[in-house]
T-cell receptor
Framework: DTAVSQTPKYLVTQMGNDKSIKCEQNLGHDTMYWYKQDSKKFLKIMFS???????INETVPNRFSPKSPDKAHLNLHINSLELGDSAVYFC???????????FGSGTRLTVV | GESVGLHLPTLSVQEGDNSIINCAYS??????FIWYKQESGKGPQFIIDIRSNMDKRQGQRVTVLLNKTVKHLSLQIAATQPGDSAVYFC???????????????FGRGTQLTVWP
């Protein structure tokens, strides 16, 4: 059983399009996160949700909008995609917001 | 902003040797540190953690050392194996709101390559 699963694993799309990445965790954790990893492997936090409530919103363009329908799901919607959005996006979860994250396997987004 | 960094971007070792991966941090308020391993095409995987009230913690073949005086963290891997080849990240938790909703800030990562 996959603890944190993301779909799709690969996403290739044109500039200007709108796309979504889905994330689900079956660990019963109450906090979920989105991280962006650039081409140099740098991981940066984007968002955090605790029990469906937005907790952390780092400096991210408002083209990025997270949505948490329940505490097991945190989706990421991106409007008007730009070339610079190309990266690997990781979903993660933890219990009580504690730092012991469990990461998904990532979604590689390529904007052409 | 990010305060976690790494001294070496790449490290090559021979199988059986010990590996040491270093990490520097600048935020003295950080109270919790974690090492993650990321294999190609996968997400980061937890290896070992350490709290700021400790200076050493051991796991299976891994040891993390924390030197708060110089804000330095290291990961030691004993008897390195080819399966240890991966990118290793240190991460610090800076909970600046006094809650348990910590956020992790990651360093740049070190690529460890183990040669047979």
């Amino acid at each position: 059983d996959t603890a944190v699963s993301q779909t799709p694993k690969y996403l290739v799309t044109q500039m200007g399009n709108d796309k979504s990445i889905k994330c689900e965790q079956n660990l019963g954790h109450d906090t979920m996160y989105w991280y962006k990893q650039d081409s140099k492997k740098f991981l940066k936090i984007m968002f955090s949700y605790n029990n469906k409530e937005l907790i952390i919103n780092e400096t991210v363009p408002n083209r990025f909008s997270p949505k948490s329908p329940d505490k097991a799901h945190l989706n990421l919607h991106i409007n008007s995609l730009e070339l610079g959005d190309s990266a690997v996006y990781f979903c993660a979860s933890s219990q009580d917001g504690g730092p012991g994250y469990t990461f998904g396997s990532g979604t590689r987004l390529t904007v052409v | 902003g990010e305060s976690v960094g790494l001294h070496l971007p790449t490290l090559s070792v021979q199988e059986g040797d010990n590996s040491i991966i270093n990490c520097a941090y600048s935020n003295s308020a950080s109270d919790y540190f974690i090492w993650y391993k990321q294999e190609s095409g996968k997400g980061p995987q937890f290896i070992i953690d350490i709290r700021s009230n400790m200076d050493k913690r051991q796991g299976q073949r891994v040891t993390v050392l924390l030197n708060k005086t110089v804000k330095h963290l290291s990961l030691q891997i004993a008897a390195t194996q080819p399966g240890d080849s991966a990118v290793y990240f240190c991460a610090e938790n800076m909970d600046d709101r006094g809650s348990t909703l910590g956020r992790l800030y990651f360093g740049r990562g070190t690529q460890l390559t183990v040669w047979p």
